[in-house]
């Protein structure tokens, strides 16, 4: 069984920084795209940047684009989200995520989560 660990999250002030990490353990897995989707309180997630494995291509929300940076590596199956100049707004648990079945089927398997919250 595959199972995605987040880690870095925590507590940070406004217009500051932090770097949340995201590693695969378990049984070897083909890993097409990894992603970083998001939870704020009381609203629905929302996929922030995703990374696909094939030519390295990213994409991002509006919302993080220009602040936010997805990296990864793709024999490892490890994924990182640099979040820079951030917002109270950007509070949210967020979710690891990886596709595994193909490039266009949707995010199948998910991390537990970790807590970012950012104080005014």
């Known amino acids: 069984q595959v199972q995605l660990v987040e880690s870095g999250g925590g507590l940070v002030q406004a217009g500051g920084s932090l770097r949340l990490s995201c590693a695969a353990s378990?049984?070897?897995?083909?890993?097409?795209?990894m992603a970083w989707s998001r939870q704020p309180p009381g609203k629905e997630r929302e996929l922030a940047a995703r990374?696909?494995?094939?030519?390295?291509?990213?994409w991002y929300a509006d919302s993080v684009k220009g602040r936010f940076t997805i990296s990864g590596d793709s024999p490892k199956n490890t994924v990182d989200l640099e979040m820079n100049s951030l917002r109270t707004e950007d509070t949210a648990v967020y979710y690891c995520a990886a596709r595994t079945k193909s490039t266009v089927t949707p995010f199948d398997t998910w991390g537990r989560g970790t807590q970012v919250t950012v104080s005014s």
């Open positions: 378990g049984r070897t897995f083909r890993c097409f795209a």
């Open positions: 990374i696909g494995w094939s030519g390295d291509s990213t």
